[in-house]
């Protein structure tokens, strides 16, 4: 009983100020996730993560964590099926900056994938600076997350890298408004976002099972690294870049997995 107050006073120790209210995970919080608060640097960082709370041990223990290195002389050349996108458009996306990334809930419109059967509902999307994935140690300015479930509650995430190029529509929807650069801040795009134009045109990828990058870094996530780098201007990856601050978790161990991939 002692111990529990002790972990109640702790709690509330931490006061508001401290407490982060934000979306940690990549779906709604419930009870059983309870909001720790965690960052990318300092005593609330990644390598402390799996200590920060019961519900994030998966941090240290976990065996398919996310992200990982994709060293392509070691990829499984396989026969893999389609990834079918099936994204609607004109949606006028917000971004809430909260705190760890740019991100966007999408309201249930039917926007999809389908890979060998299955489908998978779009959920969010979110950015990450620099790319948390590598290809043979290479890391990109900007990794997209395209985050989906299917209704058997199987995650499937797509990783989109983007590097500085020739101005593409891809991000410029976003840019169109102010991005939110404080944590809690909101902002609406003025003009709708045709979500097609966020994913490559070819939709080659490489594929493993993983992990999420935050905090409860819960597993058994499918994830496809899409091969297909997109461009987009430097000024605004720039400018993302210093909204985001490094919101990359480090690169995990592949403890023995295998990435399968496309022949090339
Ligand atoms: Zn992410």
Not at 39 to 59: F, Q, V
Not at 60 to 86: A, H, M, W, Y
Not at 144 to 162: P, Q, R, T
Not at 243 to 260: A, S, T, V, Y
Request: contains cysteine; glycine residues 8%; aromatic residues 10%.
């Amino acid at each position: 009983m002692r111990f529990l107050i002790a972990i109640v006073l702790f709690i509330v120790s931490c006061g508001p100020g401290e407490k982060d209210k934000s979306e940690h995970y990549y779906f709604k919080k419930t009870a059983h996730h309870p909001d720790i608060h965690w960052s990318y640097e300092g005593a609330t960082g990644p390598e402390y993560w799996g200590k920060l709370s019961a519900s994030y041990r998966l941090a240290d223990t976990g065996k398919k964590q996310s992200p990982v290195n994709i060293d392509t002389s070691k990829v499984v050349v396989d026969n893999l099926p389609e990834l079918i996108f099936r994204y609607h458009s004109g949606e006028r996306p917000d971004f809430i900056n909260n705190g760890h990334t740019l991100q966007h809930q999408q309201e249930q419109d039917g926007s999809e994938i389908e890979v060998a059967g299955k489908h998978y509902q779009l959920e969010q999307f979110h950015l990450h600076s620099p790319s948390e994935h590598t290809i043979d140690g290479k890391h990109f300015p900007i990794e997209l997350h395209m985050v989906h479930k299917a209704k058997d509650g199987e995650v499937a995430v797509l990783a989109i890298f983007y590097k500085a190029g020739e101005s593409s529509q891809a991000l410029n929807y976003i840019a169109s408004a102010k991005l939110p650069d404080k944590k809690g801040n909101k902002s609406v795009m003025k003009q709708g976002i045709r979500l097609n134009d966020l994913v490559p045109t070819q939709p080659e990828y490489y594929t493993y099972s993983g992990s999420f990058t935050t905090p409860p870094c819960t597993e058994n996530v499918k994830w496809f690294v899409l091969k297909q780098e997109l461009e987009a201007d430097e000024e605004l990856l720039k400018n993302l870049a210093e909204i985001l601050k490094h919101n990359n978790r480090p690169i995990q161990d592949l403890d023995g997995r295998e990435i399968h991939g496309f022949g090339s």
